[in-house]
């Protein structure tokens, strides 16, 4: 028997991730000079949706890191495309480098997440397993 409440977490998780990739390919647009109004647009829609989506699982679940401090920090030092564009290429290897730290965070509690997905499951097995050979 499936956890549903953790395959839900789990796919949040995932999406999540996804928006976090979406986030790193505007950085890198930005650095490149090739976006127009619409772009910023879906940027400030990216950076809604990590934010809120953040509060939903931390609702759901304990995270000590990444914090919620880290996320709002760097989703706040990105405020548009083209104030990303006339940053210095130090100064957007050091947002890259505070978005990678936060991504392998949130990739580390998917896994965390994963692992306790599995051994529920084991655990459900193993009950079933038990439960059938006791009614015979």
């Not at 934010?51 to 699982?57: C, F």
Request: neutral net charge; hydrophobic residues 40%; proline residues 2%.
């Amino acid at each position: 028997m499936r956890n549903k409440q953790m395959d839900h977490l789990i796919g949040q998780m995932e999406n999540y991730l996804e928006c976090w990739k979406q986030f790193n390919q505007y950085v890198n647009i930005a650095r490149a000079k090739k976006f127009g109004p619409e772009d910023d647009g879906h940027f400030l829609e990216t950076k809604s949706v990590l934010v809120q989506q953040l509060e939903v699982i931390l609702a759901a679940m304990e995270v000590t890191s990444p914090t919620k401090e880290e996320v709002h920090t760097l989703v706040g030092n990105a405020p548009s495309l083209r104030y990303l564009s006339e940053l210095s290429e130090g100064a957007l290897r050091n947002l890259e480098n505070q978005w990678h730290r936060i991504y392998i965070g949130w990739h580390a509690i998917l896994g965390q997440l994963k692992v306790r997905q599995l051994a529920t499951e084991s655990q459900s097995g193993f009950a079933a397993m038990f439960a059938k050979r006791n009614s015979k």
